[in-house]
């Protein structure tokens, strides 16, 4: 019992104490992800087709003069018709493709302070699934706040599920998905189709598994130690 106090006190103190940790942490200037809208929407065709607008701080601290992107190649997947212009102007990328992640560098004059991002592309889509790799620029940002807006617009007629990466945090009945994150994911997966979604599905029955086998550890663990320190 004695051992359960002092993990517990443990565990507040760390969360008092975290705050300011964090703030008295030294903050180096640094290039930041300020803002970034994202659609992704799927055409006749089976192709998704991307949008992304982001919006970089401190870019004239960028020393190489080269804004830097990656690409996740997930299940084999690449990205096609690319076209990226930074505040206006179109550029052609450095591709370095590796087996599991594409690295592109991208020219560009850093004498501003914050660039306008523009890309877009479009990926082949596997059936009923929203299977797309995310350009991500390698500079995070201050993940204070959701600053990143993801849309997603699936084919009329159809319903997105919950078993889906990122987790949609209030599921909207219909074909359309606003989520909005603190960065933006390497690759998103959203399962779809023509019904709508039961109660019970793979994603809730595998949460709802996982809740209960951690409840009956602590519990399991609670008893040992409260039985212990009778002895």
Request: aromatic fraction near 10%.
């Amino acid at each position: 019992m004695k051992k359960f106090v002092f993990l517990l006190s443990i565990i507040f103190t760390c969360c008092f104490m975290l705050p300011d940790y964090v703030k008295a942490a030294p903050k180096t200037p640094q290039p930041v992800l300020q803002k970034a809208v994202i659609d992704v929407v799927e055409d006749v065709n089976k192709v998704a087709k991307v949008k992304e607008h982001i919006v970089v701080t401190n870019t004239d601290l960028i020393k190489n003069r080269k804004f830097e992107f990656t690409l996740s190649r997930i299940n084999d997947l690449d990205v096609e018709n690319l076209v990226i212009k930074i505040n206006g102007e179109t550029l052609k990328p450095d591709i370095n493709k590796g087996k599991a992640l594409v690295k592109l560098s991208v020219p560009f004059k850093n004498d501003v302070k914050e660039a306008n991002i523009e890309a877009e592309y479009t990926v082949a889509l596997k059936k009923d699934c929203f299977e797309v790799p995310m350009l991500v620029p390698i500079y995070a940002s201050m993940g204070a706040e959701s600053i990143v807006t993801l849309n997603i617009t699936v084919p009329e007629g159809m319903y997105i599920y919950s078993n889906s990466f990122p987790v949609v945090p209030h599921m909207e009945e219909g074909n359309h998905e606003t989520i909005p994150m603190a960065n933006i994911p390497s690759h998103i997966k959203f399962e779809f189709g023509a019904e709508k979604e039961g109660f019970f599905n793979e994603f809730s029955v595998i949460s709802y598994v996982v809740f209960f086998a951690l409840v009956a550890v602590i519990a399991k663990w609670i008893y040992t130690e409260i039985n212990s320190g009778k002895n």
